[in-house]
């Protein structure tokens, strides 16, 4: 069986971060390991949420803890300090199998989890380091420094640049910002861009969608998918995840991440004897 570890903030409510990912790699049949760097945690009467940090001792011990066995792939999610993805960045040094990024700067509806040399460290740190990122449209936008994309053509410019820092793929999660007919990702491997177009859902409960689709593309790519199925894997279970959200307090709405392959109907009690 595969082993996938996620280094991540935990989410709290249980929607993005590292229970995302762990939730999507059990999903895809794997099994997960994870390091925590960080918790976000949500006030229950405002809805404002705050990220505590964990101290890097604590979180190379746990890196030390998930390689003292083979790893398949690692995942990295919210990384919140300049120190803490040097760390990571050290520890992936010799990894030689494949390191998805997904450049988590901010959550929805809260202030950004990280600052400016935050930022600086994971554009020349860690991109060098990844097979894949997966940036969203305002991420791609501050990872590149172009600012607010606005176009399919300016996505284009963002992922020449954000490959130029040296990760073999960029894949720019379009998502309902651009106001277009459809959602369009786009996936560019150093030659051919690709737009991935879908479906804008209407909903607010989406939350984790972003960590689910990072997630999901790391599982399919340590169960050896090739890039572009695992992408276009990865679109369809998110779609299914973001269907199927729900709102778990009044503040916020998560995707289901078991939507895919229905997994609330596993195990359902049946009562033969009737
Ligand atoms: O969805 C971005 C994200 C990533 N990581 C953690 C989070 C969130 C959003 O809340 O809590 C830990």
Redesign the pocket.
């Known amino acids: 069986m595969e082993k996938v570890l996620t280094i991540?903030?935990?989410?709290a409510t249980g929607g993005?971060?590292?229970e995302a990912d762990l939730k999507t790699f059990q999903e895809f049949g794997i099994f997960g390991l994870a390091t925590v760097t960080?918790i976000?945690t949500m006030a229950p009467k405002t809805g404002k949420?705050s990220v505590s940090f964990l101290e890097p001792a604590l979180i190379q011990q746990q890196i030390d803890s998930a390689f003292a066995g083979p790893i398949d792939a690692v995942k990295t999610?919210?990384l919140p300090t300049k120190d803490i993805i040097e760390l990571v960045s050290c520890s992936l040094q010799h990894y030689q199998k494949k390191i998805v990024v997904d450049p988590?700067i901010g959550?929805?509806g809260?202030d950004d989890f990280i600052h400016a040399e935050s930022v600086e460290a994971i554009r020349h740190l860690l991109l060098p380091q990844a097979f894949i990122t997966t940036p969203n449209l305002r991420e791609a936008g501050i990872l590149s420094q172009l600012g607010e994309l606005t176009s399919k053509n300016e996505m284009k410019k963002a992922a020449e640049i954000i490959h130029s820092l040296g990760v073999k793929h960029v894949v720019i999660k379009g998502g309902t910002r651009l106001s277009l007919d459809q959602a369009y990702d786009l996936h560019y491997d150093g030659v051919n861009f690709t737009f991935y177009p879908h479906p804008l859902i209407d909903t607010d409960y989406n939350?984790?969608a972003?960590?689910t689709f990072a997630a999901a593309i790391t599982a399919a790519l340590a169960k050896n998918y090739p890039v572009v199925e695992a992408i276009d894997l990865a679109i369809r279970f998110v779609e299914a995840a973001i269907r199927s959200g729900f709102a778990i307090n009044p503040f916020v709405g998560h995707v289901w991440h078991g939507a895919y392959t229905h997994a609330e109907k596993r195990l359902e009690f049946k009562n033969y004897e009737q």
């Open positions: 991540a903030g935990s989410d993005g971060g590292l960080s976000v949420h999610g919210l988590v959550g929805k809260t939350h984790g972003g960590c």
